[in-house]
């Protein structure tokens, strides 16, 4: 896990001096990234800049550094994120007479495109963004992950682009326009998270997870294009008629192995250890591969004392059951004062999450340790989620009662009321969405309705231009075409909207604010693929109970049947005091507890992330 940049200004206007400062500044800006090592490569004839953050975990040596140089001097490589199965490519390699002068998974990189260039990235388990410079075709090749676990933003200056792994080390640059990307932005509020490939800012754009594209030393950019896409596990994966028994196998040796490849390192790894399946799973699964003596993490805070929020005894109890040793840090209202500046600063866009995952992630940099593994992800796999089950629901209560005639307008006139007593705009909005999964996704997770974007976004765009965004028509362009079953829709839509655009950005920000890399067994995308023949079988099956049976000692039916509490943190406490009065919601916005803490919340981070 580290930082990458880069600067490839085209046009002749910058002299090489100009471009290697503004390389310096995002390299700077990226600093806990990688504090063990930093490297910078430059060829002043094509205007071109590459610099990297090390943050060493497999092969510590200063020859496994960065910007890294192929044999011949062809290829150079600024990487960030593991390529789990290096060691099984690099065997191939070897075998073809290839030889290694490092233990790096990004020499692998380098060999592997000099013999198959883009054709590659098929091949490639794990989470990961780089760029490939070469030397003599003259053109970059920028690549990232299916699930788009390991970001990637490009900006667009007058005089070419540039590269790096934050939104915030391209604005340190100098050379990027800070002016705001009006889609972007209403995404965030729509959604509580900026959707990709948008940004905060017109001129920066996410690489699409799962895709590459080309740079031209004159300036010339092909792509995206797609070589993996994780919506098509969803959309092909088969009807399952394999009994419970047969499907449990299938679904423990795919974890399994996923655990195992997750696993690889040299040095420690650590574990979230919260009260639930997804975290208690895979530490069973990771004694199963032969590290018991694995250090569990868990935060807990003083205002869920005695409470079904408190997760650190029921953590305690899996940490036990598998021979983890087990470290409880308490969180107080104090220390989120204190450190509330700090988290705002590393947030890298605009997010209503992600906190519990920094203070989580900074107790395990208090122990020393580089590397921990998540259990994000597990909900959107194994169907864990109520809204697998609430969206198809609605979606078709409201199809059958639409059929009957004066429903419609009866219900908008119903719906007007609801939305005068509770405040919330969104019901408003339930005849015109909730006609498919989209718009009833949307309905579920939305944060603020297209009602309330002139009021949030200053006046500064067309009302009329943002009560016309429609979110359902924009979850679909994210999304694309869904499954026939609906359940497995759901699952598509939590994977490619919420997972992606929230929990897997959070954790990236949060974890590396503290140099940590967070490593995540059930966000890939090979066992997604590994698991397409039962996939449909998971809501039939039960898939959470399925992965709590996969360790050899599975979780205890205490923990399975326990009442989900999420990954959650004391928030609404602790940002009323914090935000006082300074912060409003517009006026319509809606005044229940965990809706208020959110819209609040939102308010206050869209101006403290990129306050200068």
């Not at 900026?194 to 300036?219: H, K, Q």
Request: aromatic share 8%; glycine share 8%; proline share 5%.
């Amino acid at each position: 896990m580290c930082g990458l940049a880069g600067a490839f200004l085209f046009r002749g206007t910058q002299d090489q001096h100009v471009i290697e400062k503004a390389v310096h500044r995002m390299c700077e800006r990226m600093q806990a990234r990688g504090p063990d090592a930093l490297g910078y490569w430059s060829d002043s004839k094509v205007g071109l800049s590459l610099g990297h953050r090390r943050l060493s975990i497999l092969d510590l040596e200063p020859r496994a550094n960065q910007p890294m140089h192929s044999d011949d001097g062809r290829y150079v490589i600024v990487f960030n994120g593991e390529i789990y199965n290096f060691l099984e490519l690099r065997r191939v390699l070897e075998r073809d007479g290839e030889a290694f002068r490092t233990w790096s998974d990004t020499e692998v990189l380098l060999k592997l495109y000099a013999r198959e260039s883009e054709g590659m990235l098929s091949r490639l388990r794990g989470m990961f963004s780089f760029a490939i410079w070469d030397r003599q075709s003259r053109d970059m090749l920028l690549a990232r992950d299916p699930y788009g676990i390991k970001p990637m933003y490009i900006g667009r200056c007058n005089d070419g682009w540039l590269i790096a792994s934050q939104v915030k080390a391209l604005l340190a640059s100098g050379l990027i326009s800070h002016d705001p990307d009006p889609q972007g932005q209403a995404g965030f509020w729509l959604l509580g998270s900026v959707p990709e490939p948008r940004t905060w800012f017109r001129n920066i754009s996410a690489l699409p997870a799962g895709s590459w594209c080309r740079i031209t030393a004159d300036g010339q950019f092909s792509g995206p294009y797609k070589y993996w896409d994780i919506g098509d596990s969803w959309r092909d994966a088969p009807e399952c008629r394999l009994t419970l028994g047969e499907a449990q196998e299938v679904v423990r040796a795919a974890v399994s192995e996923s655990v195992c490849q997750h696993l690889v390192s040299d040095v420690p790894v650590g574990v979230f250890l919260s009260g639930g399946i997804d975290s208690g799973s895979l530490a069973g699964l990771i004694n199963d591969a032969g590290d018991s003596g694995m250090q569990g993490i868990t935060i807990a805070f003083n205002e869920f004392q005695g409470r079904h929020e408190n997760e650190a005894p029921v953590a305690a109890e899996i940490a036990q059951s598998y021979g983890f040793r087990h470290h409880v840090r308490i969180i107080t209202r104090q220390e989120f004062d204190a450190d509330l500046p700090r988290i705002l600063s590393a947030m890298d866009q605009p997010s209503i999450d992600g906190i519990n995952t920094w203070f989580a992630s900074k107790a395990v940099a208090e122990l020393g340790l580089k590397v921990v593994i998540s259990g994000v992800g597990g909900d959107e796999l194994f169907y864990g989620y109520p809204s697998f089950h609430q969206l198809p629901n609605l979606v078709s209560r409201w199809n059958r009662l639409a059929c009957i005639p004066g429903a419609r307008p009866a219900a908008n006139l119903a719906l007007a009321l609801l939305t005068r007593r509770s405040g919330n705009p969104r019901w408003r909005w339930l005849t015109r969405q909730a006609g498919n999964l989209y718009g009833a996704y949307w309905l579920r997770r939305g944060l603020f309705s297209p009602n309330e974007l002139p009021e949030l976004m200053d006046g500064k765009y067309s009302p009329e231009e943002l009560l016309s965004l429609n979110p359902g028509s924009q979850l679909e362009t994210m999304v694309e075409a869904l499954p026939a079953d609906a359940m497995a829709a759901v699952g598509q839509i939590e994977s490619m909207v919420y997972l992606r655009n929230q929990l897997l950005r959070d954790s990236d920000w949060a974890s590396m604010d503290h140099s940590v890399e967070l490593r995540t067994p059930l966000v890939d995308a090979w066992l997604l693929r590994d698991l397409m023949p039962v996939l449909r079988s998971f809501g039939r099956l039960k898939g959470k109970h399925m992965l709590a049976a996969s360790p050899a000692t599975p979780l205890s039916r205490s923990i399975i049947e326990r009442v989900k509490t999420g990954f959650s943190i004391p928030l609404g406490i602790w940002v009323n005091g914090a935000l006082g009065t300074t912060v409003a919601v517009p006026a319509r916005s809606v005044a229940t507890q965990n809706g208020a803490t959110s819209r609040r919340w939102a308010m206050a981070v869209s101006k403290a992330v990129y306050a200068r």
